[in-house]
């Protein structure tokens, strides 16, 4: 029998045979103990002092289970160097004792409520719905994802040029001119940074890879592979907060909306590493003002969210939590420059990677290699590899038609393969339901109404009163988005609201091509006039005109509005716009055309227009998408004309027009060979003076590495 002194008593001595009694540790098995507690043996003999040093601790250890008190306490506390006084008294020592086992507790808590999340995350990012809503079959994302190419940029400058210009000038940059930073390390310093980052703002084109890039870093994350020293994270995409642009709550409160998980968690600067991933800026309806006066530091504290956001990225909330913002170019000044510790670039795919993404996407790898090499063989095309969502339509799209021999030409120019992409998505939902082309007809001039208007706004992301505004009910788009998941959808984010959208921007800007088109073409009307901008407004969306509408009238008026956009919004959709008349397009879109007008005289006056157009044009970027105009209506006589005098190595006794020039500007800044070394000689002679072809070629000169 084992007991205590005082209950020693309970059994009457004449049932005892013998007394024992257990004096716990004499002084040398007190050392003996820590010895053999704690490897450390400088440690132990620190501890052993530390206690001889007070009577009453040294007493105490007589008691094995003090021992193991002291040990657990001054262990971390003299071996970390932690603030705070060594304990010298019980007291203190049963102190530390019990707030150490409170931290333990909480960090067993902390650990469960990230794994929570981690569960939760990695359900929702492990598949990747290539350009489809979640219907259909997800492929996992570790199984298809290509490394991206990220650079780190010198600035968050913005560029006023239609996102395809920006990649087209981007295909020419030297890759050793930047950076490369892998998704995983975006807020690791690069060697020789020592300053700790914050806030990073990634920035790139539409359709890059920005969003797939955060789910490949959420990912990784929930599966324990990177950046474990962040304990949560919070992904709070714009497209979804701006459903909550008239709610009134706290952090706290948001995060409990998007994560009812953690309504148990203590969210402070303290506790947990945080991470933010605000998604899409440029899709962003909140006003977020950086000059407010109202200032927040509690998560408790209730405001508008746009408060909220811009108290997060500033700092004032949560200081040490991590920030990680994505954007398009155009929208990347919303937020001030001295909030961003770090910008970063996302270029999409670099010619390996292209290659790479091809024969990851489609198993035949004889059949892989064909549509490389047939991307390979138009220019534009190949240069839209650069984004993801192009390889995955261009993927679409060839595959079907090189590996069944289809009859019907190849794809070579954008809006062929955007039209070949969209009338294949318009079989598949009629081979899975009952064929009706009015109903197509409808469907797609209807959507196509909402993607112009939408393409106007500079909006990407639809709302219900955007669709309402367009004659479109909210039912009607679900059904939309049911029957053309690869062309438009319909989403459920983390917060239950629901947001339509076009699955790429430039799927948007061949719809509203498209829409326009046959506006001309079956209801005989011009959409840009004004008079019928104001009647398109209406609801009667098929209310003909009496007046006759010539495509080359449209055509015109057309490239007219283009030139005028400062932003060139409008670049994609005029080449798309013009290359709808072509005739092998035409013969594509029978099925959605009541009318036939006339192609053939309207491109040849398109053409000449253009030209016209080109003579009078100082701005090398509206220049360049001209000729890719041109090149959309298949007229190459200018194009050729100078890769003629290239080859020959006549381009310097020529005497070239003004024309001319301009299509020798676009020969060279279009270009695969990238021009490292800008030798004047080649173009001077005669005629071509060298301030005259430096004049003339001078955004080639700025475009190569150096200038002889």
């Not at 450390?40 to 250890?61: E, T, V």
């Not at 789910?215 to 304990?231: P, R, S, Y």
């Not at 064909?370 to 261009?394: A, D, E």
């Not at 098929?542 to 509408?549: C, D, Y």
């Amino acid at each position: 029998i084992t007991s205590r002194p005082a209950a020693a008593d309970l059994i009457p001595s004449e049932c005892v045979h013998r007394v024992t009694e257990v004096r716990g540790f004499n002084d040398p098995k007190k050392e003996e103990y820590f010895r053999k507690r704690i490897s450390d043996q400088s440690l132990a003999n620190r501890i052993i002092s530390h206690l001889k040093s007070s009577r009453s601790l040294y007493i105490m250890c007589h008691i094995p289970v003090f021992c193991w008190i002291s040990a657990a306490v001054l262990e971390k506390m003299l071996s970390r160097a932690e603030s705070g006084e060594i304990p010298k008294t019980l007291t203190q020592m049963y102190t530390h004792f019990l707030m150490a086992q409170i931290n333990i507790k909480n960090m067993n808590r902390d650990s469960k409520h990230t794994e929570v999340l981690k569960t939760l995350l990695k359900k929702k990012f492990e598949c990747l719905y290539e350009g489809t809503a979640t219907q259909g079959n997800p492929t996992l994302l570790n199984e298809i994802y290509t490394e991206l190419y990220i650079t780190e940029s010198e600035s968050g400058e913005i560029s006023n040029e239609h996102e395809v210009r920006q990649i087209e000038t981007q295909s020419r940059r030297a890759a050793t001119e930047d950076t490369a930073i892998k998704c995983s390390d975006i807020f690791r310093p690069l060697p020789g940074q020592d300053k700790a980052i914050r806030t990073v703002l990634t920035k790139g084109v539409a359709g890059i890879g920005k969003t797939v890039s955060v789910q490949k870093f959420i990912l990784d994350w929930a599966e324990g592979k990177e950046n474990q020293d962040v304990q949560l994270i919070f992904p709070l995409p714009f497209r979804e907060l701006n459903l909550m642009k008239d709610k009134t709550l706290s952090l706290s409160d948001l995060l409990h909306v998007f994560f009812p998980e953690t309504k148990e968690m203590e969210i402070s600067s303290d506790e947990y590493k945080v991470l933010f991933i605000f998604d899409g800026l440029d899709e962003c309806r909140l006003s977020l003002d950086f000059q407010s006066d109202v200032r927040l530091c509690d998560v408790s504290e209730s405001a508008s969210v746009d408060v909220l956001l811009t108290n997060l990225i500033v700092g004032n909330l949560l200081p040490s939590a991590l920030i990680w913002i994505t954007s398009r170019p155009a929208a990347a000044d919303l937020v001030p420059s001295e909030c961003v510790h770090r910008v970063t670039e996302v270029r999409g795919f670099n010619d390996p990677q292209k290659e790479e993404y091809f024969r990851k996407r489609i198993s035949d790898q004889s059949l892989a290699n064909t549509i490389i090499s047939h991307l390979k063989s138009s220019r534009s095309l190949f240069i839209m590899c650069h984004i993801p969502v192009f390889c995955w339509i261009s993927a679409a799209v060839l595959e079907k038609m090189l590996s069944r021999a289809e009859s019907g030409e190849i794809p070579k120019t954008l809006t062929q393969m955007y039209t070949h992409f969209l009338m294949a998505q318009i079989n598949i939902k009629n081979m899975k339901y009952t064929k009706e082309e009015d109903t197509d007809k409808e469907m797609i001039f209807k959507l196509g109404k909402l993607a112009y208007e939408q393409l106007e706004k500079g909006n990407v992301i639809f709302y219900e009163e955007d669709l309402r505004e367009c004659g479109i009910d909210v039912t009607e788009a679900s059904v939309y988005s049911g029957l053309c998941t690869q062309i438009f959808r319909e989403e459920f984010g983390l917060y239950q609201g629901k947001v339509f959208c076009f699955v790429h921007l430039s799927i948007q800007e061949h719809v509203a091509a498209l829409y326009v088109h046959l506006s001309c073409t079956n209801h005989n009307r011009n959409v840009f006039d004004q008079i019928t901008k104001q009647s398109l407004r209406s609801k009667n969306l098929f209310q003909l005109n009496s007046e006759h509408v010539s495509l080359s009238a449209l055509h015109q008026r057309a490239v007219d509005e283009a030139l005028q956009s400062k932003t060139g919004h409008l670049d994609l959709f005029l080449r798309f716009l013009l290359g709808l008349s072509v005739k092998t397009n035409q013969s594509l879109l029978q099925g959605l055309m009541t009318l036939t007008k006339s192609s053939s005289n309207s491109s040849e006056e398109t053409v000449e227009y253009i030209k016209k157009k080109i003579r009078t044009m100082c701005s090398p970027k509206k220049i360049i998408n001209l000729f890719h105009c041109l090149n959309e209506l298949g007229d190459h006589s200018l194009v050729e004309e100078i890769q003629q005098y290239l080859r020959s190595g006549r381009i310097a006794e020529a005497n070239l027009s003004c024309l001319q020039w301009s299509a020798l500007l676009f020969v060279l800044l279009t270009s695969e060979q990238m021009m490292h070394v800008f030798e004047l000689n080649k173009f001077v002679r005669r005629e071509n003076t060298p301030n005259k072809v430096i004049r003339k070629l001078l955004p080639v000169i700025k475009e190569s590495t150096s200038a002889q």
